[in-house]
T-cell receptor, first 114, second 114 residues
């Protein structure tokens, strides 16, 4: 009964590089969410995906950020041309999509931009 | 209108005492209110959740009180223990389900002294 798995746990990038964050949801979960947490702050919603579909991307910056949840494989959050302000913890959550089933979170990827 | 305001930012209680954390919201469409506990380096873990059709829900030492007219809800931790020391987040969701975009409060750092 593996929970939400995120990798890498820590990622260091230089300004201008690309960052790819991976999330494998709980087995059987078809809904994936990405949140960002800045130091000393709460989690901010970024994007909500179902298999092969983006349901809600209202929290996603318009540029440089993209997310996908393909039919096979993990969900990917991609940040192009990273800047110092992208440094944060990025959390993925998953749920089965049924009304009374909560979102389960992974332990996050800590992204540091040099 | 999408905000959830959480207080206090930090809280120190003695072992055996009661910890109380409060949240307020504006969006009347919110109808699912979970509380999450987060330890350093870990992802948030669901503690307890409530829907507005009840005014109180209790699970073990954790109780949520909900005041729909005031648009406020609170977490009470009875008989607080040092192991409860963590950051607590309230959250809210709209749409009658527990999936979709969660809006988080800013978090409360709880320290329980032995």
């Amino acid at each position: 009964n593996a929970g939400v798995m995120q990798n890498p746990r820590h990622l260091v990038r230089r300004r201008g590089q690309e960052a790819r964050l991976r999330c494998s949801p709980v087995k059987g979960h078809s809904h994936v969410y990405w949140y960002r947490q800045l130091p000393e702050e709460g989690l901010k919603f970024m994007v909500y995906l179902q298999k092969e579909n983006i349901i809600d991307e209202s929290g996603m910056p318009k540029e440089r950020f993209s997310a996908e949840f393909p039919k096979e494989g993990p969900s990917i959050l991609r940040i192009q041309q990273v800047v110092r302000g992208d440094s944060a913890a990025y959390f993925c959550a998953s749920s089965p999509g049924q009304p009374n089933q909560p979102q389960h979170f992974g332990d996050g990827t800590r992204l540091s931009i040099l | 209108q999408q905000q959830v305001k959480q207080s206090p930012q930090s809280l120190i209680v003695q072992k055996g005492g009661i910890s109380i954390i409060n949240c307020a919201y504006e969006n009347t469409a919110f109808d699912y209110f979970p509380w999450y506990q987060q330890f350093p380096g870990k992802g948030p873990a669901l503690l307890i959740a409530i829907r507005p059709d009840v005014s109180e829900k209790k699970e073990g030492r954790f109780t949520i009180s909900f005041n729909k007219s005031a648009k406020q809800f609170s977490l009470h931790i009875m008989d607080s223990q040092p192991g409860d020391s963590a950051t607590y987040f309230c959250a809210a969701n709209a749409g009658g389900t527990s999936y979709g975009k969660l809006t988080f409060g800013q978090g409360t750092i709880l320290t329980v002294h032995p």
